[in-house]
């Protein structure tokens, strides 16, 4: 079992940053890769960004391509999210999840489906 506690969500202006921390109870948590999503009211949750554990290797969707930076530290058990020059569509909920199944190429990781274990979210609000 995994537990994951997200913080660090906020207000901020557009062109602004934030850094999403997202911290997983378990011995574990360096076999498991992770992801994080974002859910705006009204729509769907989507995939927002990916990292594997072994050579940290990553992924994102376009819209935040040079923009968010995904990273984690096992030591620390933490999973985060550097968010640079913000925009108002990327207010949401951000929620951290945990996928225990190994092997596949990183864009597998973008299907809400192959994750076993999320977090409760935290707020990101971006102001014009």
Do not use: H
């Amino acid at each position: 079992q995994v537990q994951l506690v997200e913080s660090g969500g906020g207000l901020v202006q557009a062109g602004g940053s934030l850094r999403l921390s997202c911290a997983a109870s378990g011995r574990t948590f360096s076999s498991f890769i992770m992801g994080w999503f974002r859910q705006a009211p009204g729509k769907e949750r989507e995939f927002v960004a990916a990292i594997r554990s072994s050579f940290g290797d990553t992924y994102y969707r376009d819209s935040v391509k040079g923009r968010f930076t995904i990273s984690r530290d096992n030591a620390k058990n933490t999973v985060y999210l550097q968010m640079n020059n913000l925009e108002p569509e990327d207010t949401a909920a951000y929620y951290c999840a945990a996928s225990g199944r190994t092997g596949y190429s990183l864009n597998y990781y973008a299907r809400r489906s192959v994750y076993d274990y999320w977090g409760q979210g935290t707020q990101v609000t971006v102001s014009p």
